[in-house]
């Protein structure tokens, strides 16, 4: 008779930062299947949205997520936008610029966040400090030019709140600068090297169809050959006046998942140089007053994609809906995909966009293969181990 | 053929309202029977992006608004559905489809109480085990 294995990780375990309980059905060292459990920490964001005004609102969306926290607020006021006939015909043009600086500074921090924790799953410490090390900086900036490291609270309807000081663009041009040669860096310890090639080729590969299928956003997309980019395809902020790439990749693996994340950077810091270089003086807010009745849709190019707000306005002070779709919402989905198939070992890294960790077998159920019934649980394999050192008490006699 | 055109020709017969809020927001209006072949045309055959879904409780009944994205234009087209039953909302599941559906329907199934028909998986995403039945946080007291 041959066994299913089920390997829970989590909900709770010390190295995931977030809760989320994966349920790895294994046969041997096989996934066969893969179980996702959500709502550890859904807080119920939409129906709060619906009690505050148009103007709290970037505040409480900030908070959805610590990483892309610009992002939510960002693609939020966008949907009022929508509302008030389009960013581009309300918001002035310095604030596009703030904005979109903001938004790559973002994607910065975030893509070397992930490197970081990614090797930090394949057991490559050495880039894991490297690349949070040469992440402090950029927070650095963000403390300079908002005030704070994360929850920037900078978007605002009709533009954003804090301008950028003329004094403050020469130490962020510094930083810039001085990442170059890190991201330089960072592209041949991870691209060029064999261990990180055998450990990542050809593991957790979505193919081109499956990501159409389970409509798979961002980096993940764009790593399996879909060539979609919000801020390309529906500009935003001063997107639409600089040059820059999207980067595509074809094999769909997560060595291909981690190139386009380590070229994006390169693209980041071009667009922030352009947008400093380009920015022109003049106000930053628009004073938007009020909100007519009308819907809206605003979306952004979050570090992990593609990230939706509505908002549905009956002209009163407050949204009556507001409806938000984070990228991970589609992403963690298709591992079902990437996961199954592979082996447990692999399953940390493919997993690893969303953080789990495998290593939480403290409780384990044994399944016949065929039938899915209970064959051991926790409880029967304690009454083996206590009768297995019973045996072996009365084998060593009394000594 | 743009594809709007493509999708204005090919359903003629199942939009009751087409409105574009501005160039890149485009809303149609259909009956909720008509979901599936719709969205068939949209994802399968013209190559739209499914986005999510919006769910929604009004005083006229329970609407979806599906969002697909045309990425080779920047638009989004939001086909808008309105259930008026609201005892017993029902409506064609889009999983079978594409897979890409499920949860967002997961989601609405708990938080609206639409009850999607042919659903591979419908159950709770979000919410705790411990949540009453029946109970649903994102409809609203209208006053009548």
Not at chain 1, 123 to 142: K, Q
Request: hydrophobic share 40%; charged share 30%; net charge negative.
């Amino acid at each position: 008779m041959s066994h299913k294995v089920i390997i829970p990780i989590g909900p709770y375990h010390p190295l995931q930062e977030e809760p989320e309980l994966f349920r790895l059905y294994v046969e041997g060292e096989k996934v066969v299947d893969i179980d996702i459990v959500l709502g550890y920490v859904h807080r119920g964001i939409e129906k709060l949205s619906e009690s505050k005004h148009f103007d709290q609102v970037p505040f409480l969306v900030e908070r959805i997520c610590g990483i892309c926290s610009s992002s939510h607020p960002c693609a939020y006021v966008l949907a009022v936008e929508d509302i008030l006939g389009g960013e581009a015909n309300v918001v002035p043009e310095r604030a596009l610029y703030i904005r979109t600086i903001i938004e790559e500074m973002q994607r910065l921090h975030s893509h070397l966040l992930w490197l970081g924790l990614a090797a930090h799953f394949i057991g490559y410490n050495t880039v894991w400090m490297w690349s949070w090390r040469y992440r402090e900086p950029v927070l650095d900036c963000f403390e300079m030019i908002t005030g704070n490291r994360q929850n920037y609270g900078i978007m605002k309807i009709g533009g954003v709140r804090k301008d950028i000081r003329d004094e403050d663009i020469g130490v962020l041009k510094k930083t810039l600068e001085d990442l170059v040669p890190v991201v330089d860096m960072f592209r041949g310890a991870v691209m060029d090297d064999p261990v990180i090639k055998a450990r990542l080729k050809g593991v957790g590969v979505l193919n081109k169809q499956q990501v159409i299928d389970w409509c798979v956003v961002g980096p993940t997309a764009r790593a399996s050959g879909l060539n979609i980019d919000i801020r390309r395809d529906d500009p935003y902020g001063a997107y639409d006046r600089i040059n820059w790439n999207v980067i595509v990749e074809e094999e769909g693996d997560i060595f291909a998942k981690t190139k386009v994340r380590i070229l994006e950077m390169y693209e980041s810091i071009s667009i922030i140089r352009q947008c400093l270089d380009k920015m022109p003086h003049g106000p930053i807010d628009a004073d938007v007053k009020d909100i007519p009745p009308g819907e809206g849709i605003g979306r952004v190019e979050a570090p992990r994609g593609e990230c939706f707000h509505y908002v549905r306005s009956d002209g009163t002070n407050r949204p009556i809906r507001h409806k938000i779709r984070a990228p991970s919402f589609m992403n963690v989905a298709s591992n079902k995909i990437s996961a199954v198939g592979g082996t447990i070992s692999d399953a940390a890294i493919t997993l690893a966009a969303v953080d789990p960790c495998y290593c939480c077998t403290e409780r384990l159920i044994v399944l016949d293969r065929d039938t899915d019934k209970k064959v051991m649980n926790g409880w029967k394999l304690i009454e083996l181990s206590q009768a297995k050192t019973e045996k072996l008490k009365k084998d060593l006699g009394d000594r | 053929m743009a594809v709007l055109d493509k999708i204005r020709e090919r359903l003629a017969d199942k939009i009751i309202n087409w409105h574009e809020h501005s160039e890149k927001r485009i809303y149609i209006l259909i009956k909720p029977q008509d979901i599936r072949k719709v969205a068939t045309l949209l994802f399968k055959d013209l190559g739209l992006r499914f986005i999510i879904a919006t769910g929604q409780d009004t005083p006229q009944g329970i609407e979806i608004l599906y969002h697909f994205s045309i990425d080779k234009t920047g638009q989004i087209i939001s086909v808008r559905v309105l259930i008026e039953d609201k005892k017993k909302p029902e409506i064609e599941s889009l999983a079978p489809l594409f897979p890409g559906a499920e949860w967002i329907e997961r989601e609405m199934w708990e938080m609206l109480g639409i009850k999607f028909i042919g659903h591979p998986n419908l159950k709770r995403l979000l919410l705790a085990e411990e949540w009453p039945e029946g109970k649903y946080p994102l409809r609203q007291e209208h006053e009548s």
